[in-house]
């Protein structure tokens, strides 16, 4: 079964970090596209950040461009999400998610694999 475990999320005052993990099992993790999406109480889910499989090539959504930076490691089947300088509007679930042989352009994922979520909150 494929399977995505995200860790990391908890409670963090403004300015501070957060690093988000993603657990993958159940799949070959070097062909699938990874993404970050989050969905704050009350709002439609949105993607974040993006990573794809082989050249590994990033896209970041205008919001967290320049705090967030993603990663990978196909040796451990695990990504990360790297949160600086948050703020209170970063607060929500976020999501990691898989798309084999998925682009950078997220909008198009159609057989996406989801994790359950961990929650972030930034306190002002």
């Known amino acids: 079964d494929v399977q995505l475990v995200e860790s990391g999320g908890g409670l963090v005052q403004a300015g501070g970090s957060l690093r988000l993990s993603c657990t993958t099992s159940?799949?070959?993790?070097?062909?699938?596209?990874i993404g970050w999406f989050r969905q704050a109480p009350g709002k439609e889910r949105e993607g974040v950040a993006f990573?794809?499989?082989?050249?590994?090539?990033?896209y970041y959504e205008e919001a967290v461009k320049g705090r967030f930076t993603i990663s990978r490691d196909n040796a451990r089947n695990t990504a990360s999400l790297q949160m600086n300088s948050l703020k209170p509007e970063d607060t929500a679930i976020y999501y990691c998610?898989?798309?084999?042989?998925?682009?950078?352009?997220?909008?198009?994922?159609?057989?996406?694999?989801w994790g359950q979520g961990t929650q972030v909150t930034v306190s002002s």
């Open positions: 159940g799949f070959t993790f070097g062909d699938y596209a």
């Open positions: 998610a898989a798309e084999k042989y998925g682009g950078l352009g997220y909008m198009f994922w159609t057989n996406t694999n």
């Open positions: 990573i794809s499989f082989g050249d590994e090539r990033t």
